[in-house]
């Protein structure tokens, strides 16, 4: 098992900004994927953006322009910056790692998401209107 860690979690009013974070206990560069999935109340878990290895991003539709993924490999931490958040933005919010491909090609996106090997335990997030 690969440890990872989220944290920078907590309320917020709409509007307001948050940064979350994922400590990784081996290279972050060595994952061809990373992931930051989200669970609402009540609600299934939804993949919200995804890092490929050479840094390439992609988000889901809700989540667009508002939120960013990136990786710190110096640091091998996982990072995403929410801005502009809104009351549906609220769940436990979890990192997760993908060590290689499921097939050749196979592109690393939050939906649908890999089958992911490592997962966090989640953090908070919680949206005041």
């Known amino acids: 098992q690969v440890p990872l860690e989220e944290s920078g979690g907590g309320s917020v009013q709409a509007g307001g900004s948050l940064r979350l974070s994922c400590a990784a206990s081996r290279y972050t560069s060595s994952f061809i994927c990373m992931t930051w999935f989200r669970q609402a109340p009540g609600k299934e878990r939804e993949g919200v953006a995804s890092?490929?290895?050479?840094?390439?991003?992609t988000y889901a539709d809700s989540v667009k322009g508002r939120f960013t993924i990136s990786r710190d490999n110096a640091k091998n931490t996982l990072i995403l910056q929410m801005n502009s958040l809104k009351p549906e933005d609220t769940g436990t919010y979890y990192c997760a790692a993908k060590n290689s491909r499921p097939w050749w090609g196979a592109p690393c996106v939050p939906d649908p998401p890999y089958d992911m090997d490592y997962w966090g335990k989640g953090t908070l997030v919680t949206i005041s209107s």
């Open positions: 890092i490929e290895k050479d840094g390439s991003a």
